[in-house]
Every structure is written in structure tokens, then in C-alpha cells.
């Protein structure tokens, strides 16, 4: 099980960000590590269809530190992540260091939305967020038209 | 989301992210200011408040921490670390991946601007293969910015792979690599 001290490190980049260039630098950062970085995870999304998409997101929250989550495919074209207790807030809300750290970014649970939106939409998926602060739903859906990149 | 697991090749990423957006200091501001200050805050608390024995509590400082591939050793009047696999940039290399042109840089970008607040200077050496030493001590203690010599059999500079690539040495915080600066 990884450690969960780079929370602390994710957090304070999110900080960075917005303290150095707004929050619309954050957003920008955000999306290009979708779009760009995961790239390759979105085409291997949409080649392995939603069962890859729950496959890989049930796999990755079991490796993360205190999280509960229920990853599961209410349909043919869906998968929702039923985020319990999200990892992240819990480590800086109850480690043993948060009280040496700032709380969680006021944005930090948005990275999950546009990280995620900008890496799967060209590959003709929605993706959607509801909640936040410590519990949330996630939910990857496939559209019926994708975009004229993901089909080439 | 962004985890943990597989935070290092976020990191890595990172880091290459800002220097194409805002250059190379602006890297440097990042590790220097929100890395070292507020990331590893926790590391700064123990070392501001217990110096040597701070950096025993945060980097540990018994053999077994041998197993997760480093040796920290509390001395009288110094800090020091054989790193022999990093598992930061061990898990980069074993993906084969270099997003950023320095990816080791990073411990001395924040680290050192701990040290400096907290009275310490640094001799530090890293091979960009997961290999480094560090010695901390106190700047009343610092004497010639010579290589301390070798220390025992356990000194990652004895090991067979230790000359490989390119090296980049600190002596008393200061670079002796150009591209560092001095």
C-alpha cells in the first residue's frame, strides 16, 4: 500500500497552482494531464469498454491508503464509482501529520472532474461528478455519438 | 483521481508541466516554496525543532529502513544517507519514463531550503540511477567543502554501480556542478 504522505504533495502542488496563476491555471493543468499524459489510458478505456473502465478504477482504489468505494456497472454503457470515504480528504483530515498541513484544497476534489473528463470525452465517453468534501459519485458513461477523433 | 500509487510519474509529470509553462525557475519556486513548506511541512517541523534528531525521526534511522533500499545513520555531529535503490526514481526508470530533464533535482530543491532555515548544509551526490548520499550537519560544524571521505563498507560510493551516467555533488549547499548555478 502506497504511502499516504503525497497527498500531502498533491494538495500543496493544487496550492501552488492557484496561488501562482489562478484558478483557471489549475483547471488548464488539470485538463492537460487528461488529455495529454492519460491519453493513452482514455484509448484503453474506450478499446476495453466500461468492463476495463471498472476493472481499473475498482483495481486503483484498493491500492489507495483508507479509501471506501464501490466501483459497479449499472448498465451496458456505464460505470459508477461510488466514492464512500475518498482516500485523499480522509489522509488530510486524519493522518497523524495533517495537523502541520493546510485542509484540503477548496478545489481539490475538481481534479477528479476535469482530469477525467478531459481524458475520456475524445474517446466517447461522459463523465460526470456529484458530491464532493469526502464522499462523491463518479460516473463514466458512453455516448452514443463520439467525437470524430476517438472513432479514427 | 490522482493517488498515491502512482503519484511519482504524476510528479515527474508535473515538474515538466510547469517548465513548459512558466521555465525552469519557475520549477525551482515550486519545490523551493510549496514542496519544502507546506508538502513536507511536517518534515520542516521536526528538523527546525530537533535538527539532527529531527531528520533521524523523519528519514528514519535504523537498519532495517536497509530493507526499503537506504541506510540512515544519526552521528554525534552529522545526518547521513546512502540511498542504494530510490524507489522514487526507481519507479520512473522501470517504466522508462523521463518526463522532466532532472527528475532528482527535486530532493534538493526542497530539502536545502529547509536546511538553510533550519542552520544545516548539505554534501549530497546523486547518479540519476537511483543512487545517492546525503550529509546533513550543523553550519558551526561545517569545515572545508571537501567530499567527506568514506565512511564504511555500508557507503553507497562503494558500490559496484555507483560510476554510472552523469553525477550531480553539493558540498556545504553549494553546487559544484555548473549547471547548478555556481
Redesign the interface.
Known amino acids: 500500500m502506497a504511502h499516504g504522505d503525497f497527498y500531502f504533495t498533491i494538495n500543496a502542488t493544487f496550492y501552488h497552482f492557484t496561488e501562482k496563476w489562478g484558478e483557471q491555471a489549475i483547471i488548464d493543468y488539470w485538463r492537460a494531464m487528461g488529455s495529454q499524459y492519460l491519453r493513452p489510458l482514455g484509448a484503453r478505456f474506450q478499446a476495453g469498454g466500461p468492463a476495463s473502465i471498472a476493472g481499473y478504477w475498482s483495481e486503483y482504489f484498493a491500492g489507495e491508503p483508507g479509501g471506501e468505494v464501490v466501483v459497479s456497472q449499472p448498465d451496458a454503457d456505464s460505470v459508477l464509482i461510488d466514492v464512500q470515504v475518498c482516500p485523499a480528504i480522509r489522509w488530510l483530515k486524519e493522518s497523524k501529520d495533517a495537523a502541520t498541513h493546510p485542509p484540503a484544497h477548496p478545489m481539490y476534489c475538481q481534479h477528479c472532474l476535469h482530469v477525467n473528463q478531459a481524458m475520456i470525452e475524445p474517446f466517447g465517453y461522459s463523465f460526470e461528478l456529484t458530491g464532493g468534501g469526502g464522499s462523491c459519485q463518479q460516473k463514466f458513461t458512453r455516448t452514443p455519438n463520439p467525437s470524430q477523433e476517438s472513432v479514427q | 483521481?490522482?493517488?498515491?500509487?502512482?503519484?511519482i510519474r504524476?510528479?515527474d509529470?508535473?515538474f515538466e508541466?510547469i517548465r513548459r509553462?512558466?521555465g525552469e525557475e519557475?520549477v525551482e519556486?515550486?519545490w523551493a516554496?510549496?514542496?519544502a513548506f507546506?508538502?513536507?511541512?511536517?518534515a520542516n517541523?521536526l528538523i527546525q525543532g530537533n535538527g539532527l534528531q529531527g531528520m533521524a525521526e523523519y528519514w528514519g534511522h535504523t537498519l532495517d529502513s536497509e530493507a526499503a533500499g537506504f541506510r540512515a545513520e544519526l552521528k554525534e555531529d552529522y545526518y547521513r544517507i546512502d540511498m542504494y535503490e530510490c524507489p522514487s526514481k526507481g519507479s520512473l526508470i522501470q517504466i522508462d519514463q523521463e518526463?522532466y530533464h532532472d527528475y532528482c533535482q527535486h530532493c534538493m530543491g526542497w530539502i536545502k531550503p529547509i536546511m538553510d532555515q533550519a542552520g544545516f548544509v548539505i554534501d549530497h551526490e546523486h547518479n540519476h540511477h537511483g543512487q545517492c548520499w546525503w550529509e546533513m550537519r550543523a553550519v558551526n560544524q561545517a569545515g572545508e567543502d571537501s567530499e567527506p571521505p568514506i565512511r564504511d563498507a555500508g557507503d553507497v560510493r562503494l558500490r559496484e554501480n555507483w560510476q554510472q551516467a552523469q553525477h550531480d555533488r553539493w558540498l556545504g549547499s553549494r553546487s559544484v556542478d555548473p549547471k547548478n548555478g555556481v
Not at chain 2, 483521481?1 to 503519484?7: A, K, N
Not at chain 2, 507546506?38 to 511536517?42: D, R
Open positions: 483521481m490522482i493517488g498515491v500509487q502512482d503519484f504524476y510528479y509529470w508535473t508541466y509553462q512558466s519557475a519556486q515550486y516554496e510549496s514542496i507546506n508538502s513536507q511541512n511536517h517541523v518526463e
